[in-house]
């Protein structure tokens, strides 16, 4: 089952019995033209899952709603398309949490994973967070700060996106 909430240019793709939701920024100006997540060229969010372990092959944007065959689901922060993430105000970001919270809240993954420490930070007013599991839990589950697959990050690169997503699924799972 794919949700589609409200008028996003980029859907949730969310169910039940999710293993791992996978939370981006916002979407990408490519990603809102063309209706699927982290669409745009560069960006490393396909392949790092495929390298993860989490999925059989390597998906294509366009395949994004394949991920719940595989227990994975992918959302936003915030629904407004922008160049990059550094448009998103402090506030927009905050208000995006607490829709998150509650998407969570409702469908009940296993791990909520949030791509990106700064969004992270802002979002939940957490300015010292670092990579990782968080202390706090949000809609009720785990929550992981993992690094954001843009292209335009280059603190992390693809083998260090894939290992680190790898840990996000449960054991067992």
């Not at 105000?89 to 296993?110: D, F, I, K, N, S």
């Not at 839990?137 to 997503?165: C, E, F, K, M």
């Amino acid at each position: 089952m794919v949700a589609v909430t409200g008028a996003q240019p980029v859907p949730d793709v969310v169910g039940p019995g999710l293993d791992v939701l996978f939370c981006g920024i916002n979407p990408s100006l490519r990603s809102a033209e063309v209706g699927h997540h982290f669409a745009r060229p560069g960006n490393r969010f396909w392949p790092a899952l495929h390298l993860a372990g989490l999925t059989p092959r390597r998906l294509a944007p366009d395949e994004d709603a394949e991920l719940l065959r595989y227990g994975l689901g992918v959302t936003n922060l915030v629904a407004r398309p922008t160049r990059t993430a550094a448009e998103l105000g402090r506030e927009e970001l905050r208000a995006g949490g607490e829709v998150l919270a509650a998407l969570v809240a409702q469908y009940r993954p296993r791990v909520l994973a949030v791509l990106g420490v700064t969004a992270w930070r802002w979002a939940f007013e957490r300015p010292k967070a670092v990579l990782g599991l968080q202390p706090e839990r949000i809609g009720g589950v785990d929550t992981w700060v993992a690094p954001n697959p843009s292209g335009l990050n280059a603190h992390h690169q693809l083998a260090d996106l894939a290992r680190l997503y790898g840990e996000l699924r449960p054991a067992g799972a």
